[in-house]
């Protein structure tokens, strides 16, 4: 199946710091999502970004679908950024399912 | 707000005790979806329907079931539930699957097992 890898593994930013995520892929996908896991639990779904870039506040992601790689942006982090970053990937339009990456943790201390 | 709500937000059952953890949706989604998450690991997907065709991983126990009985509820039935069974459930849905449409999670719930 499909290989999904986060990088890095652990991240901790001050606050006011920017960071780069990366989620590389092993083969042609059809869609990629990036998520945030809060330290509670609950998952959001930042971005559904098959190619491109897209921005939201003060997060942006960028998707070269040609390399195979993803790249989820932060800016002037927040104590509220710290969480689990994961990206997950689709290969197929179809009954497929998303093959999730292990995650980026990320802490932001004040 | 449309969302995705799973109750109860924290489940304790005893060990070999059926348990069973609800979701709904108000979102309409045809794809429904449910997820376990351990501790410091990605969610793994236990099944899924899309409408009312259900989806079985392959490396899902026997133990756990599933049941979607209209668009906009969902259960999970743990059968005997074991230690190793402890875990937070997610609940997720899709409009269309997820190779063209956004995951959205519900809350979860965290099931211990004693």
């Known amino acids: 199946g499909i290989q999904v890898e986060q990088s890095p593994p652990d991240l901790i930013l001050q606050e006011g710091a920017n960071s780069t995520l990366r989620c590389n892929f092993s083969?042609?996908?059809?869609?990629l999502q990036w998520f945030h896991q809060n330290p509670w639990g609950q998952l959001i779904n930042l971005f559904y970004?098959?190619?491109g870039t897209k921005q939201n506040g003060r997060l942006s992601a960028t998707t070269v679908a040609t390399e195979r790689y993803s790249l989820l942006y932060i800016s002037s982090s927040q104590t509220t950024d710290s969480g689990v970053y994961f990206c997950?990937?689709?290969?197929?339009?179809?009954?497929?399912?998303?093959?999730f990456g292990k995650g980026t943790m990320l802490l932001v201390s004040p | 707000d449309a969302m995705v709500i799973q109750n109860p937000r924290y489940q304790v059952t005893q060990f070999g005790k059926p348990v069973t953890l609800s979701c709904s949706q108000t979102l309409n989604h045809n794809v429904m979806y449910w997820y376990q998450q351990k501790s410091s690991q990605a969610p793994k997907l236990l099944f899924h329907?899309?409408?009312?065709?259900?989806?079985n991983e392959a490396d899902t126990p026997d133990n756990f079931q599933s049941r979607r009985p209209n668009t906009s509820f969902c259960f999970l039935d743990i059968r005997s539930p074991g230690l190793g069974d402890a875990a937070m459930y997610l609940c997720?849905?899709?409009?269309?699957?997820?190779?063209?449409?956004?995951?959205?999670f519900g809350n979860g719930t965290r099931l211990t097992v004693t």
């Open positions: 329907y899309y409408d009312k065709d259900f989806n």
């Open positions: 997950a990937v689709d290969r197929d339009s179809g009954y497929s399912t998303l093959t």
């Open positions: 997720a849905t899709s409009r269309e699957g997820t190779g063209l449409s956004p995951l959205h």
């Open positions: 970004i098959p190619s």
């Open positions: 083969d042609s996908v059809n869609n």
